[in-house]
């Protein structure tokens, strides 16, 4: 069954992700990133300016096939050819169609009420695919 995990209410959503990857890196985890092209383009550039002190090893899928099954991180806009499915960084608006491939899923939510909305959405299909789900708060919940 795919363990799937909601981060909620955090304050920068791409900062938080960094800090993830660095410590299921730190931890030697293998982690998928999904998301639209534009997200991953800053994702990977946040990756490389994150800390001066900390290397987080990523490469994008297109990336030959040793650097592929070597690498921790792995930046990906399809999940149809991923070299692992261990645990599935989900940055993408809906749930992908390949989720229970998937050992775990980690789902970042940021402040933002939209992103609140379309998060309970994909709380609701991943409960439908029959996934253990839980929630974490980051920061306490802002009514507005």
């Known amino acids: 069954m795919t363990s799937v995990v909601f981060h909620c209410y955090t304050a920068d959503p791409q900062t938080y992700a960094c800090r993830l990857l660095r410590k299921a890196v730190a931890t030697g985890a293998k982690v998928i990133v999904t998301g639209a092209e534009q997200t991953l ?70 402040q933002a009420e939209s992103e609140q909305h379309m998060a309970r959405l994909r709380w609701k299909q991943y409960k439908v695919l029959g996934c253990d789900l839980t929630r974490h708060d980051i920061a306490p919940r802002v009514k507005g």
């Not at 990523?58 to 070597?70: I, V, Y």
């Not at 993408?92 to 939510?109: D, K, S, T």
């Open 41 to 110: 383009l800053q994702l990977d550039k946040a990756l490389w300016m994150f800390s001066a002190t900390d290397f987080i090893p990523h490469c994008d899928l297109s990336a030959p096939l040793g650097l592929l099954n070597k690498s921790p991180v792995v930046l990906a806009n399809s999940l149809a050819s991923v070299p692992h499915h261990a645990v599935l960084l989900n940055l993408c608006e809906q749930v992908p169609a390949e989720v229970i491939q998937f050992e775990r899923v980690i789902e970042i939510v940021s």
